[in-house]
């Protein structure tokens, strides 16, 4: 799991108690306002508490009151024994008392949580509901079906199943429009998020909105972004080339974003309709050699095809 959401789900975890006690402090009100005697025998050990409270502090002895409050608490127990009172707390999550860990290891409820985080934040804008379940490549008779089914086995298998060992941190697909590259991206980034793996979907249109409202200082949605774009563990640009080329914010933000993300072992998917020199025209040599080094990145040859969109 990731820094980014802990802000949230501290927030709805504190939430969470929160309202447990609201609710344990009603249920409690109304059963001992049914119950009198019980009031006041909870009334008198709060009391004993603090009275012993203040001996400890003051080293006075504590002996008498420390009786006291083990036969008030004995009178309480047993009255509530006899009368079938239950004053337990109503947590939403029993199992971690809506603490959302137990014994230092995230509960079941806390996971559900974090994912659920994670496909909030998945896109900027709604994504298509596609996943690997989707892929018709094995059974379709287009030029590119082979290959475009080899690429579904190795993000499925290699990239989304083996994600902790997978050797590749940059990914670039490259190919003519509407070959199936965008439905690949957003099959992987479904079935990381299902795994509980941060996955951020941008156009590169609004990926540059992210680098321009950062570099403006505007106080944004996107550009509070800006820190997710560096922190999620896979990062997916589509339509990479269609995107305006604004002076020192563009390039230099992206040059710079990739570099970091490299630097910090995350991963980074880039989906593109420019062939290799168009790509090295308009981002360099140096940059499209970051996604074509073998020791760290798979790189794929132009995919061309029948226009599936068609």
Known sequence: MIKYFDRKLNMIYSSKLALAKENYEKNSAEILAEHPMLAQAVKQRKKLQMELSRNNALKK???????????IKSQISQYVKDHDIRLSQNYSCVKCKDTGYINSAPCE?????????????LSLSPLAQFTFKDNTFAASDAPQAKGMNKLYE?????????????????FMLSGASGVGK?????ALADGLVRRGISALYLTAFELVGVFL???T?????????YDYVLECEMLIVDNLGTEPIYKNVTLEYLYS???KRMAQNKKTLLCTQLGAQALAQRYGETFLSKFADKRYSLSVGYIT???LRK
Not at 109 to 121: A, D, Q, V, W
């Open 154 to 170: 190795i993000m499925q298998k290699n990239v989304c199943e083996n994600f902790a060992n997978c050797k590749w941190n940059n």
């Open 182 to 186: 965008t439905a690949l991206a957003t």
């Open 217 to 225: 200082h505007k106080s944004t949605r996107m550009s509070s972004l």
């Open 213 to 215: 409202d950062k570099h």
């Open 61 to 71: 002895p504590t002996d008498a009151l420390q009786a006291q409050l083990d036969d």
């Open 109 to 121: 409820c806390y996971i559900k949580e974090y994912k659920k985080l994670l496909r909030e934040n």
């Open 257 to 259: 974003t990739i570099e």
């Open 305 to 307: 095809g029948d226009n």
